[in-house]
């Protein structure tokens, strides 16, 4: 063997060594993981792709999938038009709904950050909607309230004000449950609040002493230095107001009714599925929304470089 051999040979040894070495203590972390593997792989990732194959095929549950090429893709966006009301009806919700829950929590926050007493039981008391909001029972509960002959009404009847079925009228259901939604703003509230307790009560200070009144403090000292916890708020908000399910099918009782006014995407997409066991469309409809949500977080993402300000310029 020559000198070269045994150099290659020693080199590869040592090499090999320093892996083992590496990864000798790695057999309790993958243990640990080991659940979640299973899960991402089992209840994620398996379901996902086989939801990707059916959504080119004509399957009804009870007879073997029959490949239909994009033909639930083609339908969908030429010929369906409770889809095309269902998108208009999700874009309405979403486009109404984020914005004012994020400035109703901003509020929240802002309040809760002027140092008062019981500040633990307020926290805990403005975020219990968001624990119970997504409930069945809760948005029953909040179409009694809201319904003809519900308490909102009942007060608006005490100073002479007659008002509508909110829930059973077109123009106002939607709205009912954007209402809903603004409800459950704990958990945004709870990270504004974090990240107001970030920020350097000197900044302010220093501010107000060179003459900068509140607003002005506030549009040029808070917003941005929050604008991170803004941007996650953000995104977190849109997601999950893209996948809003429960309190449309209970306060319309499944139906997205009236008049189709609260037929949103998740609403229609489970109706396809499971009432006209229609899974081949409902899982097409299905990738739709994942490409849907992933376009407007790219977006939200592409247009963050703009608003959102890092002490570090965003290079950590």
Request: hydrophobic letters at 50%.
């Amino acid at each position: 063997m020559s000198t070269t051999q045994v150099s290659q040979a020693r080199t590869e040894r040592v090499t090999a060594q320093r892996v083992k070495r590496r990864y000798a203590h790695n057999g309790a972390a993958l243990l640990f993981l080991a659940p979640w593997l299973v899960g991402l792989l089992f209840l994620t990732l398996g379901p996902m792709l086989v939801s990707l194959y059916i959504s080119f095929t004509d399957y009804s549950i009870l007879a073997a999938p029959s490949w239909v090429g994009l033909d639930n893709y083609t339908t969908m966006f030429t010929s369906d038009k409770l889809f095309i009301q269902s998108l208009k009806v999700t874009f309405t919700y979403v486009a109404v709904s984020v914005p004012i829950k994020l400035i109703f929590a901003l509020l929240v926050a802002m309040l809760l950050n002027k140092g008062i007493r019981g500040l633990g039981i307020y926290r805990t008391v403005y975020y219990i909607p968001t624990l119970l909001g997504g409930s069945v029972a809760i948005a029953m509960l909040w179409r009694k309230m809201l319904g003809g002959d519900g308490l909102l009404n009942g007060v608006l009847a005490m100073i002479g004000i007659k008002a509508p079925d909110w829930v059973a009228n077109p123009k106002y259901a939607l709205y009912s449950i954007v209402l809903l939604s603004v409800w459950q703003f704990g958990s945004s509230m709870i990270i504004f609040l974090a990240g107001l307790k970030q920020i350097p009560p000197e900044y302010d200070e220093a501010s107000a002493v060179d003459g900068a009144g509140p607003l002005r403090r506030f549009f040029y000292i808070t917003l941005p230095i929050l604008s991170p916890v803004i941007f996650f708020n953000l995104v977190m908000q849109l997601i999950t107001s893209f996948q809003s399910f429960t309190q449309a099918f209970v306060i319309s009782n499944g139906s997205g009714g009236p008049v189709n006014s609260t037929l949103m995407y998740s609403l229609y997409l489970y109706k396809k599925g499971f009432s006209f066991f229609q899974m081949g469309y409902a899982s097409a409809m299905a990738w739709v929304l994942v490409i849907l949500i992933g376009v407007f977080t790219l977006l939200v993402f592409r247009s963050s470089k703009l608003w959102v300000h890092y002490e570090d310029g965003g290079k950590s």
